[in-house]
Antibody
Framework: QVTLKESGPVLVKPKETLTLTCTVS??????????VSWIRQPPGKAPEWLAH???????SYSPSLKNRLTISKDTSKSQVVLTMTNMDPVDTATYYC???????????????????WGQGTLVTVSS | EVVLTQSPDFHSATPSEKVTITCRAS??????LHWYQQKPDQSPKLLIK???QSLSGVFSRFSGSGSGTDFTLTINSLEAEDAATYFC?????????FGGGTKVEIK
C-alpha cells in the first residue's frame, strides 16, 4: 500500500525558512520510474507544482520559486525534504507531497503524473 | 509555461445528468493531460491519465477525451458522491501546471 505523509510546522513567521518532510511507504525512492513531488494549494485555489526529485537525484523546480526552493531525499529513511526560504503570507497553503511517475529516457526522466498524494499539511505564514 | 484554462468554473447538475468539463491548453501538449477529483478537505485523486486512459478503481462513468489543445472530462450519469472540484494537469513540459478547477455541485 502506497502512502505519503507530510510533516512540518503549521505556523511560520515572515522571512523564516520552511522545512517540510515527506515520509513514504509502500515503494522505494530508488525505483528508477518513481519520484516525489511537492505541490501546494492556497485555500480555495488550484494546486501549484513546486518541485520534484527522482531516484537518480534528478531535480526540477518551479521557475517562479526556484531561487527559494531546495529538494533533497534520504533513500534509506524513505524521506524527501523541501525547504522554502524567505516565507511570506502569500505562501500560506496546504502543502502536499505526491508520488510522481516518470518515463526513463536517454537524456533523463520525463515527469508524467502524480498517482498518489499525501493528506497535506496546512502551513500558515503570519507574524 | 503551458497555461490550462478550464470551463466552466462552476456547474450545478442533478443526479443522472451528464456533465462535461473542458480543459484548453495554451499550446499543443499531445495527450499529456491528466484529470483529478478533489473532494472537500481531501487530497486530489487521479481519475484519468493521458487524456483518455481509465484507471483501476475509478468508476466507469468518468471518461476523458481529446488531444493537442482541447480536452474533455465527462461524467456520465452524475451521482451525489461526484460533488467535488475537478482539475486538469499537463505533463508535456516543465513546469507542470494545473487548470483552475471546475466545481461540480449536485442539485
Amino acid at each position: 500500500q502506497v502512502t505519503l505523509k507530510e510533516s512540518g510546522p503549521v505556523l511560520v513567521k515572515p522571512k523564516e525558512t520552511l522545512t517540510l518532510t515527506c515520509t513514504v511507504s509502500g515503494f522505494s525512492l530508488s525505483n528508477p520510474r518513481v519520484g516525489v513531488s511537492w505541490i501546494r494549494q492556497p485555500p480555495g485555489k488550484a494546486p501549484e507544482w513546486l518541485a520534484h526529485i527522482f531516484s537518480n537525484d534528478e531535480k526540477s523546480y518551479s521557475p517562479s520559486l526556484k531561487n527559494r526552493l531546495t529538494i533533497s531525499k534520504d533513500t534509506s529513511k524513505s524521506q524527501v525534504v523541501l525547504t522554502m526560504t524567505n516565507m511570506d503570507p502569500v505562501d500560506t497553503a496546504t502543502y502536499y507531497c505526491g508520488r510522481i511517475l516518470g518515463t526513463v529516457m536517454v537524456g533523463g526522466i520525463i515527469a508524467d503524473y502524480f498517482d498518489y498524494w499525501g493528506q497535506g499539511t496546512l502551513v500558515t505564514v503570519s507574524s | 509555461e503551458v497555461v490550462l484554462t478550464q470551463s466552466p468554473d462552476f456547474h450545478s447538475a442533478t443526479p443522472s445528468e451528464k456533465v462535461t468539463i473542458t480543459c484548453r491548453a495554451s499550446q499543443s501538449i499531445g495527450s499529456s493531460l491528466h484529470w483529478y477529483q478533489q473532494k472537500p478537505d481531501q487530497s486530489p485523486k487521479l481519475l484519468i491519465k493521458y487524456a483518455s486512459q481509465s484507471l483501476s478503481g475509478v468508476f466507469s462513468r468518468f471518461s476523458g477525451s481529446g488531444s493537442g489543445t482541447d480536452f474533455t472530462l465527462t461524467i456520465n450519469s452524475l451521482e451525489a458522491e461526484d460533488a467535488a472540484t475537478y482539475f486538469c494537469l499537463q505533463s508535456s513540459s516543465l513546469p507542470l501546471t494545473f487548470g483552475g478547477g471546475t466545481k461540480v455541485e449536485i442539485k
